[in-house]
């Protein structure tokens, strides 16, 4: 007696590929956090983790976007070396940066929302340059504002001084990879898939 098994989808095809996606951005947020620079006025440090982002929520689109970065924070929290200047494990994720990370997600869900018009993905390419660059802003606003509230509270600190450490210091880098996120966009060799 035998059983076939050949005809037996456990996952859709287009399931697959969105989780391998998924997984693709996570583990590329996750080399963009090796690029890190301190910054003297604030405890988190210059990456490149918020390109990532942006990119996840852009290309995946809201629902894949943001299992990408509830990816990313589960393989940090389990001891892969992906966060900030190769950090790891379930305490950085209640530090001074907890903010931020815990945001990635809801950020990559909000940009992919309101570049895609809503839930279903369309083509990212197509989005016009104020729509992609807005949908970027609201998310660098959700990533600055839980960022904060988190230095806030670990560091029982002032609004004032929270923000100043927090967002204020890191606005220059955030308008470059703005950029650097619409000229991949933009790309037409990259996005075409």
Do not use: C
């Amino acid at each position: 007696m035998s059983t076939e098994t050949s005809g037996v989808d456990l996952v859709g095809d287009e399931t697959a590929r969105n989780l391998a996606r998924a997984a693709l951005f996570a583990a590329l947020t996750g080399a963009f956090a090796y690029v890190s620079f301190p910054n003297p006025v604030s405890p988190a440090p210059i990456t490149l983790q918020v390109l990532g982002v942006f990119l996840a929520g852009i290309m995946l689109g809201p629902v894949w976007g943001g299992v990408s970065m509830a990816l990313y924070l589960l393989a940090g929290a389990v001891g892969v070396p992906i966060f900030a200047g190769g950090s790891a494990g379930i305490g950085i994720l209640f530090g001074s940066t907890a903010g931020y990370l815990w945001s990635y997600p809801i950020t990559a869900v909000l940009i992919g929302v309101l570049v895609h018009g809503g839930f279903e993905v369309g083509d990212s390419s197509a989005a016009s340059t104020t729509r992609l660059v807005g949908a970027m802003v609201a998310g660098v606003v959700v990533i600055y504002g839980l960022g904060v509230l988190g230095i806030m509270v670990v560091n029982d600190v002032g609004l004032v001084a929270a923000f100043l450490a927090g967002a204020a210091a890191f606005i220059p880098a955030e308008a470059l990879k703005i950029a650097a996120a619409l000229g991949i966009v933009r790309n037409e060799r990259l996005t075409a898939t």
